[in-house]
């Protein structure tokens, strides 16, 4: 089988938001480079389930997988249905980055994760805004996005999955740099604008990759307004939450700009769907999500019943690398 022609070509958030907000995913452009291995058991509503005394966790995901199943098949009407509707939502082809074009010099940037501290948009910053949007007009084949879920760890569906830190790029720089250099011509999202704090470490990010010249890479910055616009969106469909987390920000993106789309690494539970071992919240950490402002099984749960539908992909089970 053919290898992949790169792991990312122009969705890369993951490694700064693995850093910077404890949510990582990749978005991979083509055809994906591993196989799905088909699970050895998924646990049922069953005396097992019943039998386990406060392990919250089994029931939910008994629950959950009520819905999933690996024999998956694409349903073309509900997918071409459920992206019509994201698209006069949200409109991730105009509006997801920031730009010039949008966000015009002298205007006010409102973050969407505290509204009340506005940030006017000088010169220098307007200079470093992309021109355009980034996506144009095409559709990508398949896209797949990679969370940092702790069944990521030994399941070898990503070997380039790197989940170093970097000090918010206050001490070296070039690790980061050189992280960055196997994917080619890709887009690195930025969450510049999502809370005041970001805006900081995002700009450090930006400047660091212009002096050290990676003009390949290509870091914009995702637009509060698109932001505000999908958390309503799934808000109206039930997702009660501050704001939906980055991993489900990316799918929905992907949802608009890919005709096929895979998750891997989506999984908020502490314990593994195959065999009820245990396993971290994050591939890298065992960090738990905000839950004030995050609700990660309740937006698995919609992922779930869009996998149902045969409107995205989720992987659970294992892969196995290709080799040509």
Known sequence: MRVMKTLMLWLLPVILLCSFCSVAFWIFISNNNVIPHP????????????????????????????????????????????????????????????????????????YDGERRKPLQVTQALFNILAKEQPFGNATWESCAVVGNGGILA????????????YSGLM?????????????????????????????????????????????????????????????????????NSVRPSTGLIMASLALELCSNVHLYGFWPFSKHPNNSRPITNHYYDNRESKKNVHSMPTEFEHLVKLHKQGVIRIHLGECQPTHS
């Not at 049922?44 to 997988?65: H, M, N, P, R």
């Not at 349903?75 to 949008?102: D, I, W």
């Not at 030994?154 to 830190?165: L, R, T, V």
């Open 39 to 110: 699970s050895s058991r998924i646990p049922q509503k069953s005396s097992e389930t019943q039998s386990c005394k406060g392990c919250k966790d089994i029931v939910l995901i008994a629950k959950v997988l009520e819905n999933y199943t690996e024999k998956w098949k694409k349903h073309e009407t509900n997918f071409k249905r459920f992206r019509s509707l994201l698209n006069s939502k949200c409109n991730a082809l105009s509006k997801a980055v920031v730009t010039q074009n949008n966000t015009p010099l002298g205007s006010n940037v409102i």
């Open 154 to 165: 030994n399941s070898s569906c990503g070997e380039e999955i790197n989940s170093a830190q």
């Open 171 to 239: 001490e070296r720089r070039r690790p980061f740099v050189e992280s960055l250099r196997p994917y080619g011509q890709a887009l690195l999202l930025l969450p510049a604008f999502s809370y005041g704090h970001n805006t900081p470490v995002s700009l450090r990010a930006f400047y660091t990759l212009e002096d050290f010249g990676n003009d390949s890479l290509l870091p914009v910055f995702l637009n509060p307004d698109y932001l505000r616009r999908l958390s309503k969106f799934w808000r109206e469909r039930g997702l």
